[in-house]
Structure formats: C-alpha cells, structure tokens
C-alpha cells in the first residue's frame, strides 16, 4: 500500500484519491553559502571557511526534488546551487496606462462654460428663469392658435387633401405678431427679417385658403393677436385660428 491517500466507494471499492495540484512556486530573494576551499580559493586569495552568493529561492523547491542535500553547517542549511535563471530578478510590473488628454477650452469660453461678453446667451424665447421663491403672472385671455410644420403656401393646390402636421400653441391674445414670428423661428432681430405670418382658412377636404398675411418688418407686426381677430372667442364660438410662419418672398 502506498502513501497516496484512498477512498472507498460502495459500488466502486477503494479507489485512489487524484493527485493534488502542484502548488504555485513563490520566489524571493536568499543567500546561498559554502565552505571555502582554502588559501588561494577564497575571495582575495585568502582562507574563506564560508562563501555565499545571493539568489532568489522559490518555494516549493521543485527544481532539485531529486538532489540529495548535505549536513547542516554551522553558518545554515548548505543547501544546493541555484540554477542560472535564478540569478536574474524577477521581472518588473507592468506600467499603468497614461492619464487621458485634458479637454482644452473652446473658443469663446470661459472656466465654468461661461460665454465671452457681447455673446448671445441662451435661445431668445426661452421662457423666463425665475429667482428662487418668486412666481410668474400669465394673461387670463389666451387664445390656441394652431401653426403648421411647414413653412410653405399651403393654400396652393400642391397641397391640396395633403395631410399637414402642426403644433399646438396656447398664447396671450396680447402678444404681437412680431413675437409670435420669433417664438416659432425660437429666433430674434434681424434673423426675423423677411419672414411672415399668414392665417390659412379651413375649406374642408384638406383644402386651405390663404387669409391675411403680415410681414415681420411691417407696423401690423407690432400689434396683438387681438387686433387681429384673434381672440379668445377662436375656437369656442368662432373657428379656430389655423397659421403658417414662412418667408416672405413667396405670398
């Protein structure tokens, strides 16, 4: 019987456990030692009774399983040479990646993101940002004024029976036209110029005829929705108000 360890089954019998796995080797520096051999074989040419050389020693010791080792002297254990490869250190670790790049700053920035001076900030009909505890007063008359997607004259008969998508908006019957034109753009000033709003008038069938139309430019631009017509009776008792926002050129 051997000095494997064993197992007994009901089925099988004793049967032999499976060899563990050979541990994983852990190296670290160790001085080696041996006996002189006498003047002239010592360092410097003298007598040296102990030589020792530094190597790295691993454990478990597999390399010389095989070697028988001597008496135990008096300075330590005299152990075995190292192989050649053991001299050599371990090699060093790997270095970390490098730190990514800094973003650099665009070009009309400020530290915080802030914006030169003279610069537009924000959209220009962007709805007011309140201070912390204040609220905002809105208009009691409103009317829903229907604005279609498409800046072009729908009224034609391209677009006859056309099924034409529009957005939805609830407005102060004191707004102007002027800012009606700059809200739909989400533009102010000078970028407005030359663009228009027209009312489209509900045939049926798909079908629209063109109403009045107002150049942002114009002195009617400045007055409300209310002067024109657009009151908040639209949509109750009188029909809805149906407008296109488009360049002016075309009419």
């Not at 019998?13 to 060899?19: I, L, M, R």
């Not at 192989?83 to 915080?112: H, T």
């Not at 150049?215 to 009776?233: C, F, I, R, T």
Request: glycine share 12%; charged share 25%.
């Amino acid at each position: 019987m051997t000095g494997q360890a064993r197992y007994w089954r009901a089925d099988n019998g004793y049967q032999d456990a499976p060899e563990p796995p050979a541990p994983v080797p852990v190296c670290q520096p160790a001085m080696y030692c041996y006996p002189g051999y006498g003047p002239g074989y010592g360092y410097g040419g003298g007598y040296n009774p102990w030589m020792c050389q530094p190597y790295y020693q691993c454990q478990p010791y597999q390399q010389y399983q095989n070697y028988v080792e001597g008496p135990v002297g008096i300075a330590g254990l005299y152990t075995p040479p190292p192989p050649y490869g053991n001299l050599s250190p371990p090699p060093p670790a790997p270095q970390p990646p490098p730190a990514p790049p800094k973003e650099e700053k665009k070009d009309g920035e400020k530290k915080g993101g802030e914006k030169k001076d003279g610069e537009k900030k924000g959209k220009p009909c962007a709805p007011p940002k309140l201070p912390e505890g204040a609220n905002y007063l809105f208009d009691k008359d409103n009317t829903m004024l229907h604005v279609f997607n498409k800046a072009a004259p729908i009224w034609t008969e391209k677009y006859h029976t056309e099924k034409l998508k529009f957005k939805m908006f609830q407005v102060s019957v004191n707004f102007t036209i002027k800012m009606l034109i700059e809200n739909v753009l989400k533009k102010g000033g000078d970028d407005c110029k030359g663009w228009a709003a027209t009312e489209a008038v509900e045939r049926g069938g798909g079908i629209w005829d063109k109403g009045s139309t107002i150049e942002y430019d114009s002195d009617k631009a400045k007055g409300s929705l209310k002067n024109m017509g657009w009151s908040v009776k639209r949509g109750d008792v009188l029909p809805p108000v149906w407008v296109v926002v488009h360049k002016a050129d075309f009419k």
